[in-house]
Every structure is written in C-alpha cells, then in structure tokens.
C-alpha cells in the first residue's frame, strides 16, 4: 500500500483555459446586452411617433388607420 500524503499548492499564475473561458464568457455577455440594448432602443423610438406606415414600428400611425377605415355609417331607421 502507498503512503498517504497531503500537499497544497497554491497556483498565482491564470491557467490559459480559464482564462479563455473567462474572456469568452465575458464576450459572449457583451454581446448578448449590446443587441438587447439594441432592440430595445429601437422598439423605444417606435413608440414615441417614428412608426407608421413603411416603418418597423410596433405601433401604427393613428392617422393612416383612421383615414383607411372611411366614416362611420349612417344609422338605418
């Protein structure tokens, strides 16, 4: 049987596969916020009257909508 031992290291140097992973995750999080940022910019702007018509808005312009609908009819007696 082998003698037991016990040994402890302690390591002041960044392992190059943490590091990577560090790094990676790192950029993998700013990229995933920058479109986030991103898209949520963009739906903002939508909402405050640059949407209508053509546009990538998410709400329509009220004018257009209400100038396709036509006036009301008039009440059958």
């Known amino acids: 049987m082998l003698a037991e031992s016990r040994y402890r290291v302690r390591s002041t140097a960044v392992s190059g596969v943490g590091l990577l992973l560090t790094?990676?995750?790192?950029?993998f999080l700013a990229l995933w916020w920058g479109r986030h940022w991103v898209r949520t910019r963009r739906k903002a702007q939508g909402r405050?009257?640059?949407s209508g018509p053509g546009t990538s808005g998410d709400l329509p312009d009220t004018d257009f909508v209400e100038e396709a609908a036509g006036p009301a009819p008039a009440p059958s007696p």
């Open 23 to 27: 790094v990676g995750a790192g950029g």
């Open 48 to 50: 405050h009257g640059r």
